[in-house]
């Protein structure tokens, strides 16, 4: 049995031509779905990231404000600290550490 090659398929060609041209108009009518987050989402982020590690830190160091370390990780988890005095608070503490100054 012999089976004659496939040549010249223009009605392939055509479905190809047509998915495309559907394919670019969808992309004009329908965007895709974006998402942007603010610089300062991404700093708060970081801040929230740097202070859970430094508490991990200072709880390893010193086993004795374990509770307290815990207790301040509970306020965080809870929003307790989402209050601009306390954000501004805690700013100018974390730049006192990060400059090599005590608290």
């Known amino acids: ?9 223009p009605e392939i060609q055509k479905m190809d031509n047509k998915n495309l041209a559907v394919r670019q108009l969808e992309s004009k009518v329908f965007p895709k779905d974006r998402i942007e ?4 989402a991404k700093e708060a982020h970081q801040l929230r990231l740097y202070a859970g590690e430094m508490a991990k830190k200072i709880a390893n160091t010193t086993p004795d404000r374990i509770e307290l ?10 929003g307790a600290y989402n209050q601009p005095d306390v954000t501004e608070e805690i ?12 608290i």
Do not use: D, F, W
């Open 1 to 9: 049995m012999l089976i004659n090659p496939v040549t010249g398929t």
């Open 69 to 78: 370390v815990a207790q301040a990780a509970i306020k965080l988890k809870t």
């Open 37 to 40: 987050i603010s610089s300062h």
């Open 91 to 102: 700013a100018k503490r974390l730049s006192k550490v990060l400059m090599g100054m005590e």
